[in-house]
């Protein structure tokens, strides 16, 4: 199968999936009031890959088949190679303004690297590189659409997994069988999954090696989204159905979060990665970086993101004429700063790419480091200085119907701008407040926040890991010369 038509993504997820939203089981998540529109967002992705001016902007031939493949599923051998692969992922960002973390390609790169790494989940038993690779080439050839999971529910953090009033809250093997591995418990974070092909759940989370209680968390898989005794428990929907007018983004870009819970369902020997080898697991967390790759998507996503956030925040300065004041000056640049600062992130690991482990080519991971540990102060400040440059004037939108009705006269009075009329103005409004205020702009900006892991540790990491060989050796030589002289 080639790349598929947003047609046929549709009609992939009429497969009887178990989603449940706000109480009551979704039939059909393409036609649900609340999903049917960020369905349809995903469709028009897919369709991108059809239009004539991104084919061979977007695919690359299958080793396998021959037919044209997404590049996301590329194992990027040359910087041409990872300069291609951005190429595609710049026009899927854009086309969703950088507002979805969770395109497609997010979790087909981590597959792939995955892939690039199959060696090291085979070094106890070849079948598990070999499902790796198999894998890969599985969702690659049927343009699939993945969920991943692999965080444990909150329930109680103070206590190991195997110290939790129910040892299977995680994902815990129960039994094995001639077929495959029976689990129990719950995964999360599951963003995508009602609108998702498969769930890819590696272990990415160290195991307590003297622990035997803790073997039976030591499982790594992937399985349909539709596989018997898989639910997957939403959050509220963003999308409350509400002219795109009145909230322009949660109205087509909500990729939801679920919880993933696992009745003793079945995974199949074949999608098995690793299993029952605590010393394994904790050796490929360490060493599978798959950020290494996924981090060029994340760049890509942020770029679009903040160039529109910045056309937002150019356009309230323009809008209510407080362009002449220096700090709204400062804070314009400041978001231009934060915009230019991920571009150089990305060059600069993209320039500095060499092989690592395995299949081909890795960019260079000290620039996606200091991103990951930078970006979520950064972009938590850039959704402070929208509220502050709209001010008041994000409690005080009239809706569509409001413009439309008895007061419109009034409203096109007190609601004009410097440079705009009312309606255009109160649209730019809405648009900042649904990017900052609404549930779906927290959810925005906690994402961003906490989606590639907590900032504390992530630093921590960092503190202990660093290469700090340099610049001791330019204090030493420093001390040496002063003691010289």
């Not at 059909?28 to 995903?42: G, I, N, Q, W, Y």
């Not at 109680?156 to 039994?175: H, K, M, Q």
């Not at 999360?188 to 968390?217: G, N, Q």
Request: glycine letters at 8%; a negative charge.
């Amino acid at each position: 199968m080639a790349v598929r038509t947003g047609e046929e993504f549709l009609e992939g997820l009429r497969d009887g999936r178990e989603v449940w939203l706000e109480g009551e089981r979704v039939d059909d998540v393409t036609t649900h009031r609340k999903t049917a529109r960020m369905a349809a967002t995903l469709a028009g992705i897919y369709d991108l890959q059809h239009r004539t001016e991104n084919h061979d902007r977007m695919t690359f031939k299958s080793p396998t088949s021959g037919e044209p493949v997404a590049l996301s599923y590329l194992v990027p051998e040359t910087q041409e190679d990872l300069i291609r692969r951005r190429g595609a992922m710049e026009i899927v960002a854009q086309s969703c303004h950088g507002m979805l973390g969770r395109t497609p390609d997010y979790v087909n790169i981590q597959v792939t690297a995955s892939r690039q790494l199959a060696h090291l989940y085979g070094l106890k038993d070849q079948r598990h590189a070999d499902n790796l690779r198999n894998y890969h080439e599985y969702v690659r050839e049927r343009d699939l659409c993945l969920t991943h999971a692999f965080g444990h529910p909150q329930v109680n953090r103070s206590l190991t997994l195997a110290e939790l009033p129910d040892e299977y809250t995680a994902v815990g093997v129960v039994d094995r069988t001639s077929e495959g591995v029976i689990v129990r418990g719950a995964k999360l974070l599951a963003t995508l999954a009602p609108f998702s092909d498969e769930i890819f759940a590696p272990v990415y989370r160290p195991l307590r090696s003297d622990m035997e209680e803790d073997r039976k968390y030591c499982i790594g898989f992937a399985v349909p989204v539709a596989t018997p005794g898989l639910k997957f428990i939403c959050r509220p929907s963003h999308d409350m159905g509400r002219p795109l007018a009145d909230y322009p983004l949660s109205g087509q870009f909500d990729e939801m979060d679920a919880l993933a819970i696992f009745d003793d369902v079945l995974i199949p020997w074949e999608r098995v990665f690793i299993y029952d080898d605590i010393e394994l697991a904790n050796m490929t967390v360490q060493k599978v970086t798959l950020w290494r790759q996924y981090m060029q998507q994340v760049s890509v996503k942020n770029i679009a993101k903040l160039e529109f956030i910045l056309g937002i925040v150019h356009g309230i300065t323009e809008s209510i004429g407080i362009g002449v004041y220096a700090h709204v000056q400062e804070k314009n640049a400041e978001v231009i700063d934060t915009l230019e600062t991920v571009r150089a992130y990305m060059r600069a690991a993209e320039a500095d790419a060499a092989p690592y482990e395995g299949e081909g080519l890795w960019p260079a991971p000290e620039p996606w480091i200091a991103m990951r540990n930078w970006y979520p102060d950064a972009y938590s400040r850039v959704a402070a200085i929208v509220e502050q440059l709209a001010a008041g004037g994000l409690m005080l939108t009239p809706t569509e119907e409001d413009m439309s009705g008895p007061l419109a006269g009034e409203i096109a009075k007190y609601y004009q701008g410097a440079s705009i009329d009312a309606r255009e103005k109160v649209r730019l409004f809405r648009l900042a407040w649904d990017l900052i205020g609404t549930q779906f702009g927290s959810r925005q900006t906690l994402y961003e926040r906490f989606f590639n892991g907590d900032v504390v540790q992530l630093r921590q990491r960092r503190y202990a890991t660093y290469d700090y060989s340099r610049a001791d050796a330019s204090l030493e030589l420093f001390m040496s010369e002063l003691e010289g002289g």
